[in-house]
């Protein structure tokens, strides 16, 4: 059904460096991005991939493992794996080479962590700790209404969060991976800004339901409003939602 991408019609990417497993991933998942291999089309035998790649067959099989557990790909009993859904393609357009792996996983590590510390926030925050969340939610609004990207006011309504909770190693643990944190961000944004305005606003009104659950001292609440908040952004980055 859709068109055909000649092989030669993609220019080469860089080399990437790290796990093996994360190389077969990042390959695979740039090819199934262009087009290279369509929706419902099979993928090459694991074997095939091991000799493209140069790496060994579990190598490619625990890559293939994540990208089915990511829903990209399925695997047919006895006809191997077959593509099942197409990433939005800008996602390449922002993303540093060979960090796609890194990034699904940081989105997945902050689901946890981030939803804990809406919980907490909920709980335990002080006066002073609302004001700030609600502060970094009225910086967003500028930065919507600016029509700018709002990478560090994105953060700075996550770090809030953490910083209500009145522990310490929560804001610590995002401090610490704030580099990748900011790239999730970054790309999530920019994907945004190029979108209808009302992607935008969707995520905003996910950071206003975290804030209301908080307000409110309601744990659960608060604690399902961050961990879908970030859920939907990783989809809006990987699947175009």
């Known amino acids: 059904m859709g068109s055909t991408v000649k092989r030669d019609d993609i220019p080469e990417r860089p080399a990437v460096t790290g796990k093996l497993s994360d190389r077969v991933y990042d390959h695979v998942l740039s090819q199934i991005t262009v087009g290279i ?14 000799d493209q790649l140069g790496v060994s067959r579990p190598v490619v099989r625990e890559a293939l493992m994540r990208l089915r557990d990511d829903g ?25 080479v060979g960090s796609i792996a890194d990034i699904q996983r940081c ?19 002080d006066p002073e700790g609302l004001r700030r969340i609600r502060d970094a939610i009225a910086a967003l609004d500028q930065v919507i209404a600016d029509a700018a990207l709002g990478v560090e006011e994105d953060i700075a309504f996550h770090r809030s969060v953490a910083e ?4 310490r ?19 999530n944004r920019n994907l945004s800004l190029i ?16 804030f209301d659950a908080i307000a409110s001292r309601d744990e659960a609440r608060a604690r399902e409003a961050m961990r879908s908040h970030i859920e939907n952004a990783r989809k809006r980055v990987f699947e175009g939602g």
């Open 195 to 210: 979108q209808p305005r009302d992607r935008l606003l969707r995520g905003q009104e996910e950071h206003r339901a975290v």
């Open 37 to 50: 291999y369509p929706v419902n089309s099979r993928l090459p035998p694991e074997t095939r991939l091991a």
């Open 169 to 187: 190693f929560f804001a610590a643990t995002l401090a610490a991976i704030q580099s990748q944190v900011s790239v999730g961000i970054t790309l």
């Open 72 to 96: 990209v790909v399925a695997s047919r009993q006895g006809a191997g794996s077959f593509v099942m859904r197409r990433p939005a393609a800008d996602v390449y357009n922002y993303a540093p």
């Open 107 to 125: 989105f997945v590590f902050r689901i946890g962590i981030e939803g804990e510390a809406a919980a907490l926030a909920a709980r335990d925050h």
């Open 164 to 167: 209500a909770t009145g522990n």
